[in-house]
Structure formats: C-alpha cells, structure tokens
Nanobody, 122 residues
Framework: QVHVVESGGGLVQAGGSLRLSCAVSGRTFSSHAIGWFRQGPGKEREFVASISWTLSITDYTDSVKGRFTVSRDYAKNTVYLQMNSLKPEDTAVYYC???????????????WGQGTQVTVSS
C-alpha cells in the first residue's frame, strides 16, 4: 500500500510561481513512478508530469514544458512540482498519483491523493 498526499496549492497571480509537494509513504519500490495530474473547471483530468522514483526520468505534457519542473527528494520521500510562469489556464485541482511500475501519461496509476487547488488570477 502506498499513500500520497499533496500540499502547496493556493492563489497566485499570472506569471507567479508555486511549488506543490507530494508526500509518499508506505511501501515504495525502485520501479515506482509518481505522476502529477490536474483537472480544471469543466474539464477532464489530464496528465501534467511524471518522474520515475529511482532514475528520476521525467516526462511533461507540452503545455507545461519549460515552465514546470518535477523532482524528488529521497530523504523526505517527497516529490515536488515547481510551477513557474503560471497562467490562468493552469487553474485546476492538482493530483499526485503513484504507479507501481513504469511511467505513464494515462489514468492507470494505482494510488491517488485528494488533490490541492491551484488558482491563477489574471
């Protein structure tokens, strides 16, 4: 069993920055991957970024490349999503999820957090 808990959301002006955290607990394995997803108002949940637990291989959706950075801290069992140059269209509930094996952009992650709200004002 793996538990993930997001934090760090809030209200920010366009062009600003936020850093989301995903605290990971439970049984973690080298094959694990952590993904970030978001769901904006009236939209479907979509992939944002992911990172492999051991090798730190990363993947980003095109709309956030160059603005968002995903990283992990072994000592703290935490994955971060640094979000810079935020835009109003980044407004969404952001979810952290854990996958037992392999990176993925799909919804096939095994464990999901409750989400944290990010609101970007224009």
């Amino acid at each position: 069993q793996v538990h993930v808990v997001e934090s760090g959301g809030g209200l920010v002006q366009a062009g600003g920055s936020l850093r989301l955290s995903c605290a990971v607990s439970g049984r973690t394995f080298s094959s694990h991957a952590i993904g970030w997803f978001r769901q904006g108002p009236g939209k479907e949940r979509e992939f944002v970024a992911s990172i492999s637990w051991t090798l730190s291989i990363t993947d980003y959706t095109d709309s956030v490349k160059g603005r968002f950075t995903v990283s992990r801290d072994y000592a703290k069992n935490t994955v971060y999503l640094q979000m810079n140059s935020l835009k109003p269209e980044d407004t969404a509930v952001y979810y952290c999820a854990a996958k037992m094996m392999g990176l993925s952009r799909g919804m096939d992650y095994d464990y999901w957090g409750q989400g944290t709200q990010v609101t970007v004002s224009s």
